[in-house]
T-cell receptor, first 115, second 112 residues
Framework: GAGVSQSPSNKVTEKGKDVELRCDPI?????LYWYRQSLGQGLEFLIYFQGNSAPDKSGLPSDRFSAERTGGSVSTLTIQRTQQEDSAVYLC?????????????FGPGTRLTVL | RKEVEQDPGPFNVPEGATVAFNCTYS??????FFWYRQDCRKEPKLLMSVYSSGNEDGRFTAQLNRASQYISLLIRDSKLSDSATYLC?????????????FGKGTKLSVIP
């Protein structure tokens, strides 16, 4: 079946612009996660959704970052007033069940470059 | 101590060799453990979950040592196609938590 999909695959933007990243999880997966991976760094957790709710947003690095999920499916991650340090690969994952035992499957990511 | 630590490598091994990686974690309450494989400029792909009793999938064996707080991945009969970065992931707080904490990965190069 179809895996996690993300769009766009690449995004180049100018500092100060807003960007919106999209994630379409595996059908039937109730949990959705956003991570980012900077060059040479490990994956950094950003936010988690169970259904349309985000129980904990503490992983978001600043108030310029926000995310929503609608219909228990597609999620968008929005970064306002982008900064150069926002450049990274933004990865979305989904799992059938929430919590630690849910195996997470990743999408191909969106590579964001802020000039 | 970092939450999840891995030797970054690189591990350069000849084809057919056996290679093992360890990953240490700091939170003794951690309940779930995974190994992912990540190819260059690609997303992490789940390789295997790590169970308390250990588990094996073909040439790959994963073990959990709770007393010493580490997990291991053993690859037997290495193939060129095994060349990748191997990430360990830990659910740091057990039941009720949701995120995975990843190590920075161990790079493996299998040489002809």
């Amino acid at each position: 079946g179809a895996g996690v999909s993300q769009s766009p695959s690449n995004k180049v933007t100018e500092k100060g612009k807003d960007v919106e990243l999209r994630c379409d999880p595996i059908s039937g997966h109730t949990a959705l996660y956003w991570y980012r991976q900077s060059l040479g760094q490990g994956l950094e957790f950003l936010i988690y959704f169970q259904g349309n709710s985000a129980p904990d947003k503490s992983g978001l690095p600043s108030d310029r970052f926000s995310a929503e999920r609608t219909g228990g499916s597609v999620s968008t991650l929005t970064i306002q007033r982008t900064q150069q340090e926002d450049s990274a690969v933004y990865l979305c994952a989904s799992s059938l069940i929430a919590g630690g035992r849910g195996e997470q499957f990743f999408g191909p990511g969106t590579r964001l470059t802020v000039l | 101590r970092k939450e999840v630590e891995q030797d970054p490598g690189p591990f350069n091994v000849p084809e057919g060799a056996t290679v093992a990686f360890n990953c240490t974690y700091s939170n003794s309450a951690s309940q779930s453990f995974f190994w992912y494989r990540q190819d260059c400029r690609k997303e992490p792909k789940l390789l295997m979950s790590v169970y308390s009793s250990g588990n094996e999938d073909g040439r790959f064996t994963a073990q959990l040592n709770r007393a010493s707080q580490y997990i291991s991945l053993l690859i037997r009969d290495s193939k060129l196609s095994d060349s990748a970065t191997y990430l360990c992931a830990v659910n740091p707080s057990g039941a009720g938590s949701y995120q995975l904490t990843f190590g920075k990965g161990t790079k493996l190069s299998v040489i002809p």
